[in-house]
DNA sequence: CTCTTCATGTAATGCGTTACATGATTTA
DNA sequence: TAAATCATGTAACGCATTACATGAAGAG
């Protein structure tokens, strides 16, 4: 199979909400959509770029003040049947899961190695500020529970959360099994 | 930060257990650690000829029947000190964590969008298989539960497994906020 | 007036996948 | 004798990160 370059989709779904400009893309990867997916500006700004010359995407100039220009980058038709037929496309397994951690445990094989126990625990704080973190999240951008609106993003911190309670808990059985 | 090269260091843990040939190396990213990495020969090859230029590593040839020569890699006490290191050091907190299918949820809006139960169901029929068979191999390789030597190994599949159920418990969750 | 944020690009480099390429050995 | 597996490499290409580069606008 051929690279996907799921970037564009994501770009073109994040679009077709409301228009943005190239900064404001590369900051919502940093907020909600961070949980599942990263990307610089450095890789953001030559895909708008193709995706427009792709008649995908027009822009508009905004001024700023006296000089400062900015795009606005807004979804055309050809666009949004790109991101339809992504979405209605069968989603392949994913073969990632890469996990740096796991990986380190695999490679001490010795339960009763020192080194193991300060390992699982710095994990465990990590982890669990992170779970915190994001239960906090949840709870403050959706204090009723899941919404009919905007549902996908409720799942989407949802699925984070758990993740990450899954993790704590496996660490919490890894540290019973060494001294 | 710049890049990690991982492989590398994936390469020295598995070598440290046994020496092994490229080819042997290949096929355990098909087993056991390929839960949480993978490579393919193109990679590999390449990684061991660098490790051993670096003194990491070293070889010897073997002869099969008339002709076919492997290279069975060895580590060396540098390749140990490298691999030491790198369990050592602390571990960096993912950036990763890619869901295509996740992303695919947040760009539908819609509780009520036909497309979404569909999407959920043949999703689950994956995870569940995925999670059923990786049950089953915890059974088979570790019927007596946790082992004192080889516990990575086993930790990392219960991770997966645990990860496979968390997974499909989400999609439930999912499922009963659309019609 | 300085620092932070807004705003947009390009260049260099490394990681990872797919494809290309070859040949020996074993098994059915 | 044909197919599957063993065995080792290289080449092309795409994705992603880091660094380089520039400048305007707002806040303190």
Redesign the pocket.
Same mark, same amino acid.
């Given at each position: 199979?051929?690279?996907?370059?799921?970037?564009q989709f994501i770009i073109l779904g994040l679009l077709h909400q409301t228009p943005l &400009? $190239?900064?404001?893309l590369t900051k919502a990867f940093d907020s909600d959509i961070g949980e599942f997916w990263?990307?610089?500006?450095?890789?953001i700004?030559?895909q708008?770029?193709k995706l427009e010359t792709a008649g995908s995407l027009t822009h508009t100039e905004e001024v &700023? $003040?006296?000089?400062?220009a900015?795009?606005r980058y807004a979804i055309t038709d050809t666009g949004l049947d790109t991101l339809n037929n992504w979405l209605a496309a069968p989603t392949p397994a994913s073969?990632n899961g890469k996990d740096e951690f796991a990986l380190k445990l695999y490679f001490i094989p010795d339960a009763n190695d020192a080194r193991l126990r300060p390992m699982l625990e710095a994990q465990q704080v990590e982890h669990t500020a992170k779970r915190t973190h994001l239960e906090h999240q949840l709870a403050t951008k959706f204090p009723d529970g899941a919404p009919t609106v905007g549902l996908g993003h409720y799942l989407i911190l949802q699925h984070a959360v758990s993740r990450e309670h899954e993790y704590c808990d496996w660490l919490a059985t890894a540290l019973t099994h060494c001294r």
């Open positions: 199979m051929a690279q996907r370059n799921l970037l &400009t $190239g900064y404001e990263s990307a610089q500006h450095s890789q700004y030559p708008l770029q &700023t $003040g006296e000089k400062l900015r795009k073969t």
